[in-house]
């Protein structure tokens, strides 16, 4: 594995470099060696390399912006220290923004990353909703795109539980009526975390 020395240190430094392609396939890189890796993660954070990642969300480029979307989704895997970094900066405003567009990896990994900087972390839910993810969320869940209503139903569960006020938002926006139909998928795992966040919700 990748670890901290000269080789990861210029993984960061290629995420800044003037060549998009090349910034595109470090993003896609880094998301490969980080995710369920601890110790690459919190290498990654110290070398530097969250605040390029952050800036190639808001690129012109949606194959740029789909691969360090990525990538954050994979340092926020279980990293409550990447989960707070993200937590001060554009990160959250510019997912929310990508779900919304029209290419359909770019939507999955936004609500993917977005499910993992709420996965328990009370303040980042609370930042999240904020920001106006629940209406385009509940978009997600009508996609007809089985991944997108999966993780969209993962980030219902992540943002909602052991919060009222959030279950309620949620209710009052249709996400309720969404899962529920669901529930009729053909695809187990979309029918599986349709029930989980419906358990949530009611």
């Not at 952050?54 to 409550?80: C, D, F, H, Y």
């Not at 949620?170 to 966040?197: D, H, I, M, P, Y």
Request: net charge positive.
């Amino acid at each position: 594995m990748i670890r901290k020395g000269k080789v990861f240190n210029r993984v960061v430094q290629m995420l800044s470099d003037d060549d998009e392609d090349l910034r595109k396939f470090t993003a896609g890189g880094c998301g490969a060696i980080c995710e369920n890796d601890q110790d690459n993660q919190l290498a990654f954070r110290k070398l530097g390399g969250i605040p390029p990642l952050v800036k190639m969300l808001n690129s012109s480029n949606n194959l740029v912006k789909e691969q360090a979307t990525a990538a954050i989704r994979s340092l926020t895997k279980g990293n409550a220290k990447i989960q707070n970094d993200l937590r001060d900066t554009s990160c959250i405003t510019l997912l929310i923004n990508n779900m919304s567009s029209d290419n359909d990896a770019l939507r999955v990994h936004s609500v993917g990353a977005l499910m993992e900087l709420a996965r328990d972390n009370p303040r980042n839910q609370e930042l999240i909703c904020a920001a106006g993810v629940i209406p385009p969320l509940v978009t997600a869940l009508k996609s007809d795109y089985k991944v997108l209503q999966y993780l969209a139903a993962g980030a219902v569960w992540a943002l909602a539980k052991k919060n009222s006020k959030r279950k309620q938002a949620f209710r009052e926006a249709g996400a309720l009526e969404e899962l529920k139909g669901l529930l009729k998928s053909e695809n187990e795992q979309v029918r599986k975390g349709a029930e989980w966040a419906i358990e949530v919700l009611e």
